[in-house]
């Protein structure tokens, strides 16, 4: 089977995150399977147009938005090669693809963008493009099998108008670390670990900070990630008379990021929307539980509530809250990191992997017939 995958990032990209980490891991497994794989994504500049890299055909062409234009436009030419099927990662904007091509086509979605637009665009162009992703993508994959990260996710798709039947969840696996565990910072310290752009919020742990300051005098926080928002949150850090105490790390390599995410007392994951949470399950890996807030949606499933982290449903006052109570409380600290870490060995790429595979070869059964057909 030849598997194209179209997302508009790859995890070399600088503003790539966790779904570029899920559908790489998910490339990888069907190159363990004996499939072919080429991922069709965006050119950043300073990258090559084209590599193999984990045995994945790597192929970047266009900018963030030229490379859906870039993609239909291999998918009609031929240049990819014989396909078998399509995955069309859906961040917002959809590929079009069954506009490119007559093999199937399964849609990656992460999480559906309603909130988000209206953070991120103007009031023209968030409409627009809500109404592309709301209107026009379900008329388009009508026919199309779907993959949702999360049971969060499928329902937002479900209110969409896409049949239920028509949707498989296939949750995010981990990679489990075996570095070395670096002890815990003596002051409490909090992480925030991600993408820097507006929708993630992470304003909302520097306001807890700031809050919580007077009563933990030595209190820290990580911002480990890097993004086109990095310079709004110096400023908004500077302004709550922060800054003395928040570290912006920038990426970081994933040695470096188990060891931030060892000396962190908390993960605090602020997102007013998460398709599930990748970062969740990196923390529990190493025994650190999570703060994040019910709307969100995905972390209603990669957070077990009260069990391996804080579901916050009362705004900025209870995010502050949670936080201030597992600060404040080692031994609720103590108890839901362990179950937390007991937790996330349930979740392995592997299985991941083999539901995602399933998923392909049900969607392709009449491409197979036809190449076996012609093969006699």
């Known amino acids: 089977m030849h598997v194209a995958l179209l997302n508009w990032r790859d995890t070399t990209h600088p503003e790539g ?12 497994a069907l190159v363990r399977t004996g499939h072919d794989v080429t991922l069709v994504t965006a050119q950043p500049g300073g990258m090559p147009d084209e590599e193999v890299r984990d045995g994945i055909r790597v192929i970047r062409r266009g900018s963030k938005l030229g490379v859906y234009r870039e993609a239909r436009r291999l998918l009609r030419s031929g240049a990819l090669g014989p396909l078998d099927v399509v995955v069309d990662t859906q961040n917002a904007i959809p590929f079009l693809s069954p506009w490119a091509t007559d093999v199937p086509v399964v849609v990656l979605v992460h999480h559906v963008h309603r909130e988000q637009w209206p953070v991120i665009y103007d009031p023209v162009r968030a409409r627009v493009g809500w109404w592309i992703e709301s209107r026009l993508a379900p008329r388009v994959y009508r026919s199309s099998q779907y993959i949702a990260v999360s049971e969060s996710t499928r ?42 752009v507006p929708h993630k919020r ?48 920038g990426r970081v390599d994933e040695q470096e990021k188990v060891r931030q995410i060892d000396r962190s007392w908390l993960l605090a994951l602020p997102s007013l929307k998460e398709g599930w949470g990748l970062v969740v399950l990196e923390a ?75 998923i392909l070869r049900r969607a392709t059964p009449s491409t197979r017939r036809r190449r076996t057909a012609r093969r006699r």
């Not at 995150?17 to 990888?28: C, D, K, P, Q, T």
């Not at 049949?163 to 070395?180: K, T």
């Not at 703060?291 to 995905?298: K, L, R």
């Open 155 to 196: 329902s937002e798709l479900i209110d969409l108008g896409v049949s239920p039947e028509r949707i498989s969840v296939v949750r995010n696996g981990i990679s489990h670390s075996d570095e070395p565990v670096t002890a815990k910072d003596e002051h409490p310290r909090v992480l925030v670990l991600g993408r820097l």
């Open 17 to 28: 995150g966790g779904s570029e980490v899920y559908l790489e891991h998910m490339a990888r």
């Open 284 to 358: 529990a890996d190493r025994g650190v539980p999570a703060v994040a807030y019910a709307e969100a949606g995905g972390v209603r499933e990669s957070i077990a509530a009260n069990e391996t982290g804080l579901i916050v449903n009362d705004g900025p006052a209870g995010f502050t809250s949670a936080i201030d109570r597992l600060l404040g409380d080692d031994e609720l600290r103590a108890r839901l990191g362990q179950q937390a870490q007991q937790r996330s060995a349930e979740f392995t790429w592997g299985e991941s992997g083999r539901a995602f595979e399933e």
């Open 202 to 249: 992470v304003e909302h742990v520097l306001e807890a900070a700031a809050a919580l300051r007077p009563r933990y005098p030595g209190i820290s926080v990580a911002v480990v990630g890097e993004g086109w928002w990095h310079d709004d949150l110096r400023a908004t850090a500077r302004r709550l008379r922060v800054d003395d105490i928040v570290e912006f790390t």
